[in-house]
């Protein structure tokens, strides 16, 4: 069975640092793909960065980068020079490439901004 | 840009009520997905569906059926709610495997 962990209920961070968001998963499957999701207080889910299993590089949007340890299993997000909108639920979500599109998700991490 | 779009919002029910969420997405997507959101929980696949008039169930699908008569539709109904299914609802739909789900705003439903 595949699972998504997310050890972080919760972080504080202050404006302009940089915050590390943990996700694990485990899974048998070689080709799967890795999505973080934000969701702020209004509800939506907001799409952000995705890791494909093959991929060599870590994938990077804008502020947001993906740190890819395919042999341990993590791919945790760091948000650089963070920012009081940044304070959101932050989802790690998995799919394999037989799943049809399903998503597993973990329990999300609450980040909060502050001054 | 409708994009995905869910309806109702917000609902509440009495127990053993019926209702039906409808999810409309205008990208021409072939696969669709209705979650549910608990608190401390993330969101968990209820039922989904990869073509028109295809239907299959998620990690969660009791008590709730699906439809897709039309590739843009994608019902949700509940036949006799139970206050368990109070939650958050939430609708997605992609086009290609490899890209990223698309979700509409979500409908918060309470069950009394």
């Known amino acids: 069975a595949q699972k998504i962990t997310q050890t972080q209920p919760g972080m504080f961070v202050q404006e302009k640092e940089a915050v590390t968001l943990d996700c694990t998963y485990d899974?048998?499957?070689?080709?799967?793909?890795l999505f973080w999701y934000k969701q702020p207080s209004s509800g939506e889910m907001i799409f952000l960065i995705y890791q494909g299993s093959y991929d060599e590089q870590n994938a990077t949007e804008g502020r947001y980068s993906l740190n890819f340890q395919k042999a341990r299993k993590s791919a945790n997000l760091v948000i650089s020079a963070s920012q009081l909108g940044d304070s959101a639920m932050y989802f790690c979500?998995?799919?394999?490439?037989?799943?049809?599109?399903?998503?597993?998700f973990g329990a999300g991490t609450q980040v909060v901004v502050t001054p | 840009n409708a994009g995905v779009t869910q309806t109702p919002k917000f609902r509440v029910l009495k127990t053993g009520q019926s209702m039906t969420l409808l999810c409309a997405q205008d990208m021409n997507h072939e696969y669709m997905y209705w979650y549910r959101q608990d608190p401390g929980m993330g969101l968990r696949l209820i039922h989904y569906s990869v073509g028109e008039g295809t239907t299959a169930k998620g990690e969660v699908p009791d008590g709730y059926n699906v439809s897709r008569l039309k590739k843009q539709n994608f019902l949700l109904g509940l036949e006799s709610a139970a206050p368990s299914q109070t939650s958050v609802y939430f609708c997605a739909s992609v086009g290609h495997l490899n890209q990223p789900q698309h979700f509409g705003d979500g409908t918060r439903l309470s069950i009394l």
């Open positions: 899974t048998s499957d070689q080709s799967y793909g």
């Open positions: 979500a998995m799919k394999t490439t037989d799943s049809w599109g399903k998503l597993q």
